[in-house]
């Protein structure tokens, strides 16, 4: 991969990261000042305040809903579904036209050409994400013998790249997959597509230029106080 290839993939992951991870994130924390964007549960809504706050006034309470959704699952679900985004915008360049894959690269640390489905982190899938990627691997194995591609191997050829983490944070799920195909993760994965070593902390580094980039933003506390107020 050329140096001019590499800061495109760069300069699109900017865009990505400020378009629709941040922008939809900020929208997302705006929306939880509504109560009815939440079902607490009353036997433990005041304890949660008052474990994690000291007391379980009205913004402390706020606090103990908005916080791990804004924080946790909001953030994770909105980069989750913007997956096939990243995959058709930042790695356009590797776009598969062989349904159920993602991308197609060529291996820079074996030389070989991988049929690669992208999932965003080691703890991302659930067991019948299994069967499903199986199945489309087993579909280009089908496709493959019909069609006479010599050297293709689906035992090697076939793989999963998660985005982030290390091998040694993978689900079980990614384990069981991992039996049979190969699963990349993080630097690993972003080394067998760039052959850049650092070109993983460099995306990483993308996202914190974007985040550098952000104006003084209240959107929780004004989230907080605005929920606070209806509770």
């Not at 402390?60 to 990243?86: C, D, E, K, V, W």
């Not at 799920?173 to 052959?195: D, H, S």
Request: net charge negative; charged share 25%.
């Amino acid at each position: 991969m050329t140096v001019e290839q590499k800061s495109n993939i760069l300069s699109k992951a900017k865009d990505f990261f400020s378009n629709k991870i941040i922008r939809n994130h900020l929208a997302k924390i705006r929306e939880m000042g509504d109560p009815k964007q939440f079902t607490p549960n009353p036997f433990l809504q005041r304890y949660l305040a008052k474990v994690a706050f000291g007391s379980d006034s009205p913004t402390n309470m706020a606090r103990a809903m908005i916080y791990p959704r804004a924080l946790g699952t909001s953030i994770n679900t909105i980069f989750g579904t913007h997956m096939q985004t990243f995959c058709t915008s930042v790695l356009e360049g590797f776009a598969s036209t062989t349904s159920g894959i993602d991308i197609e690269f060529v291996d820079q640390i074996d030389g070989r050409r991988k049929y690669c489905q992208i999932k965003s982190g080691p703890n991302t899938i659930n067991k019948d994400d299994i069967t499903t990627i199986r199945d489309h691997f087993r579909d280009i194995r089908n496709l493959a013998r019909t069609n006479r591609l010599e050297g293709f191997n689906p035992d090697i050829d076939c793989v999963v790249g998660v985005l982030y983490g290390t091998s040694d944070d993978l689900s079980g799920m990614y384990r069981q997959i991992a039996e049979k195909n190969p699963v990349f993760c993080g630097q690993e994965f972003w080394l067998r597509l760039t052959g850049d070593e650092n070109f993983y902390q460099e995306l990483i580094d993308c996202m914190s230029e974007c985040v550098d980039k952000i104006e003084n933003n209240n959107a929780i506390n004004e989230a907080i106080n605005d929920l606070a107020a209806k509770l």
